[in-house]
Nanobody, 124 residues
Framework: QVQLVESGGGSVQSGGSLRLSCAAS???????????ITWFRQASGKEREGVAA????????VYADPVKGRFTISRDNAKNTVYLQMSNVKLEDTAMYYC??????????????WGQGTQVTVSS
């Protein structure tokens, strides 16, 4: 049974930082060697959008334009964990953040495995 568990969400002031974690169990990253692990977010009343993705085989990372230069995705293969370092956060970063595994970049319909989400709330 593949499980993804996000943690690290919370409340942060605009301009601050937060690090989200996505811990995987029931599989190892090598199982998804040719796929992506991706952070998505969904703000209230909006569609789910891809934020940052990392290609497990190579470590190649990609970012959505709104977060480029502010967010960094990374992985620790030994811990089977993917991180999202959020810096200089903005009010518009407020959303539920989800990690997903085994899909293709920012295409949510291609992902089979999802975490339960962790809420990030940015205040001024």
């Amino acid at each position: 049974q593949v499980q993804l568990v996000e943690s690290g969400g919370g409340s942060v002031q605009s301009g601050g930082s937060l690090r989200l974690s996505c811990a995987a169990s029931g599989y190892t990253f090598s199982n998804f060697n040719h796929n992506w692990i991706t952070w998505f977010r969904q703000a209230s009343g909006k569609e789910r959008e891809g934020v940052a993705a990392i290609y497990i085989a190579s470590g190649t990372d990609v970012y959505a334009d709104p977060v480029k230069g502010r967010f960094t995705i990374s992985r620790d293969n030994a811990k089977n964990t993917v991180y999202l370092q959020m810096s200089n956060v903005k009010l518009e970063d407020t959303a539920m953040y989800y990690c997903a595994a085994g899909g293709i970049m920012f295409r949510p319909s291609t992902y089979k495995y999802w975490g339960q989400g962790t809420q990030v709330t940015v205040s001024s």
